[in-house]
């Protein structure tokens, strides 16, 4: 699962997405936010095809409700 940079979500929503979603500690949140801010887009994590598909969903409906235009995709490895 990536995560794609844009002008508009917050950094800290990021993490708190990282860490709820993706369960991450927050260092590693942390660490993955600045590289999807400084480089576009970061990986999240390798999931079985059904659970990417539900955490990009997650993803997208946790930015939608807060009003954040956060976007994520998935990509075989």
Request: glycine share 8%; net charge negative; with cysteine.
């Amino acid at each position: 699962v990536i995560l794609h940079n844009d002008d508009y979500t917050t950094m800290q929503f990021v993490i708190e997405v990282l860490e709820g979603i993706f369960l991450k500690s927050p260092a590693e949140a942390h660490r993955i936010m600045m590289h999807v801010h400084t480089q576009g887009h970061g990986v999240c994590g390798a999931y079985p095809f059904e659970v990417a598909e539900t955490k990009v969903d997650q993803v997208h409906g946790s930015a939608r409700s807060q009003g954040f235009p956060l976007r994520a995709s998935m990509e075989e490895e």
